[in-house]
């Protein structure tokens, strides 16, 4: 039986406007292409242990260890695309995430250095009142270690001194908060 070219023409008309509403450009395949080449370099300038904190396949962990041999731009250049074409096959928004955190971009990492900066002004400002409400807030940090720090910063500022002593307090608050 010999179909007419009128009867199904509506039909396949629709079945064309499907394939191209689900392809995709080659300009959208590039570009998505080389955001995974750009994900895949900041992968490869971690270090090893920053590398253990994101959970990846062995097979793209092994590349990206392999890319940071790689001395050679040409050769550096073609494992990073290798990474890229092996990042499409992987599911990139926990990677990302994870990548945000170490980078400390993600809303939870800025939220816990601002609490850390609140309470090291707090502690300059306010002495021991301050003190007293982070020990009653935290339990675990030594009284005696803060107070040194503390004294240790106002000899700075009074010798014009860099902020050593600053940038210490920032780091031990960091370690209990």
Do not use: C
């Not at 995974?36 to 971690?46: A, D, F, M, R, T």
Request: net charge neutral; hydrophobic share 35%; aromatic share 4%.
């Amino acid at each position: 039986m010999k179909r007419s070219l009128g009867e199904h023409d509506d039909q396949d008309a629709g079945n064309d406007e499907l394939e191209i509403d689900n392809r995709v450009s080659k300009s959208q395949l590039k570009r998505e292409s080389h955001a995974l080449q750009l994900l895949g370099e900041e992968l490869v300038q971690l270090n090893s242990q920053q590398l253990r904190q994101i959970e990846l396949p062995e097979d793209l962990l092994q590349a990206i260890k392999l890319a940071q041999t790689i001395k050679q731009h040409g050769g550096k250049k073609r494992q990073l695309q290798y990474i890229g074409k092996l990042m499409r096959n992987v599911d990139v928004e926990p990677i990302q995430k994870s990548l945000d955190d170490i980078k400390g971009i993600s809303a939870q990492a800025i939220a816990t250095q601002h609490k850390i900066e609140h309470w090291r002004q707090r502690l300059i400002d306010e002495g021991d009142t301050a003190l007293n409400q982070l020990l009653e807030a935290y339990p675990n940090i030594e009284r005696q270690r803060i107070r040194q720090l503390l004294r240790n910063l106002q000899q700075e500022s009074l010798n014009n001194k860099p902020p050593k002593a600053f940038r210490e307090l920032f780091k031990y608050l960091r370690e209990f908060l």
